[in-house]
């Protein structure tokens, strides 16, 4: 079975500042993908970025990277520069390769950025 | 946008009800799968459907069930409704063996259960 452990269940952030979002997890699969979603007041999940466990370099899209860390199984999210409109629940997931989609997500981290 | 669309948007029912949800996803997205997310915690797998099948299963009683419609659309039934299934209920659509690994959420059903 996989876990997703999530221990920051809220952050407050300087806007302009950058913000690490901590992320480990259990699996005993070697092919699996890590992904980051970000959910706004209204409710959808918005996906960020993705990492595969065979990817040897960190994944980044824009303003988010994922510092991704195999030997101690973390996965933690980097927002440089945030902005106000970073302000949501942040949700670490994770889906095995050889299987079928289902998506095991942690309890979240609630960001607030502060002006 | 995800191209994914939900209804309705929210819905509330009493205890012993049945409900049935609705979830459109992108055209070419084989495989779709549920999501319940109470408050103030992360989503848990339901289930996924395939094909119009059912291709896995989440630790939710039989009194929820589903279907998929070959015109990408799916839908979510819970009979005898508890006051637990008040949630938020998401779909999320994809393309089995797509090089995208991103999963397509829609923005959700909220399901009161009085």
């Known amino acids: 079975a996989q876990k997703i452990t ?3 269940p809220g952050m407050f952030v300087q806007e302009k500042e950058a913000v690490t979002l901590d992320c480990t997890y259990d699996t005993s699969d070697q092919s699996y993908g890590l992904f980051w979603y970000k959910q706004p007041s209204s409710g959808e999940m918005i996906f960020l970025i993705y990492q595969g466990s065979y990817d040897e370099q960190n994944a980044t ?5 994922l ?3 195999k030997a101690r199984k973390s996965a933690n999210l980097v927002i440089s520069a945030s902005q106000l409109g970073d302000s949501a629940m942040y949700f670490c997931a994770m889906r095995l ?5 289902k998506l095991t997500f942690g309890t979240g981290t609630r960001l607030t950025i502060i002006p | ?20 949800l609705r979830c459109s996803s992108q055209s070419g997205h084989n ?3 549920w999501y319940q997310q109470a408050l103030g915690q ?3 797998f339901i289930f996924q459907y395939y094909r119009e099948e059912e291709n896995g299963r989440g630790n939710f009683p039989p009194r ?5 419609f070959p015109n990408y659309s799916s839908e979510l039934n819970v009979n005898a409704l508890e006051l637990d299934d008040s949630a938020l209920y998401l779909c999320a659509s994809r393309s089995k063996g797509s090089a995208y690994n991103e999963q397509f959420f829609g923005p959700g059903t909220r399901l009161t259960v009085l």
């Open chain 1, 97 to 101: 390769v050889f299987g079928n989609e």
């Open chain 2, 1 to 20: 946008e995800t191209g994914v669309t939900q209804s309705p948007t929210h819905l509330i029912k009493t205890r012993g009800q049945q409900v049935t």
């Open chain 1, 67 to 69: 510092n991704f860390q």
């Open chain 2, 64 to 68: 929820f069930s589903g279907l998929q």
């Open chain 1, 61 to 65: 899209e824009g303003r988010y990277s």
């Open chain 2, 31 to 33: 495989t779709v799968s």
């Open chain 2, 42 to 44: 992360g989503p848990q």
């Open chain 1, 6 to 8: 999530q221990t920051q």
